[in-house]
């Protein structure tokens, strides 16, 4: 079974630097969730999006953003990259609440590891 | 406080114990509850989902739910050394679209 593709897997980047996250959820999904998660730490909850809005906002910083695109993929945009941004970033997608959808089953993507030299 | 708390163990165990993991959490408006399995460097993977109190079996694992405790727990028979990860719990409410995770207990199941 297809599941939740992010890209890249890893990313070196330097302090100041921007970077762009890449998830795409698993087919017909239509609700997408980003997660920072640091070394030992649970996941902490960043942004969701549904049917391409914005749906509920968490500890995202200003720095970042996130946008959910026509084919339901989304976008991490992380600027002005700070030495404590390093960690791995999940994204995770599921059903919306809407119909008959099995709410509450959110899948996982691998993540992305970013480290900020 | 945080909304849900998890021990972080670390939890020893050796193989064919019978493995208990607990949260309690705050917001009584919680209606779903998950538990995920996380491998090191690796994404969460949904182990269970329940929303209502009560029990939930599937193989090996048993999810429960006490709603009036504010408590969860999920229980592994015949724990294996495979089963060694991170279990994490985490629940949301109907109509929001934000999860919010325990802090994950370690597992270690040793042959």
């Known amino acids: 079974a297809a599941g939740v593709i992010q890209s890249p897997r890893h990313l070196i980047k330097e302090k100041r630097e921007t970077a762009t996250l890449k998830c795409y959820p698993i087919?017909?999904?239509?609700?997408v969730y980003w997660y920072q998660q640091g070394p030992g730490q649970d996941p902490q909850f960043l942004i969701s999006?549904?049917?391409?809005?914005?749906?509920d906002k968490g500890s995202i910083p200003d720095r970042f953003s996130a946008q959910q695109f026509s084919d339901y993929h989304s976008e991490l945009n992380m600027s002005s990259l700070e030495l404590g941004d390093s960690a791995l970033y999940f994204c995770a997608s599921s059903l919306g609440t809407s119909g008959r959808a099995k709410v509450g089953e959110q899948y996982f993507g691998p993540g992305t590891r970013l480290t900020v030299t | 406080q945080k909304e849900v708390e998890q021990d972080p163990g670390p939890l020893s165990v050796p193989e064919g114990a019978i493995v208990s993991l607990n949260c309690t959490y705050s917001?009584?408006?919680?209606?779903?509850f998950m538990w995920y399995r996380q491998y090191s460097r690796k994404g969460p993977e949904l182990l269970m989902y329940t929303y209502s109190s009560g029990n939930k079996e599937d193989g090996r694992f048993t999810a429960q739910v006490d709603k009036s405790s504010k408590y969860i727990s999920l229980f592994i028979r015949d724990s294996q050394p495979s089963d060694s990860a991170t279990y994490l719990c985490?629940?949301?409410?109907?109509?929001?679209?934000?999860?919010?995770f325990g802090t994950g207990t370690r597992l270690k199941v040793l042959a």
């Open positions: 087919p017909r999904h239509d609700t």
């Open positions: 985490a629940m949301f409410t109907s109509g929001t679209y934000k999860y919010i």
């Open positions: 999006f549904y049917e391409k809005m914005q749906s």
């Open positions: 917001n009584s408006a919680f209606q779903y």
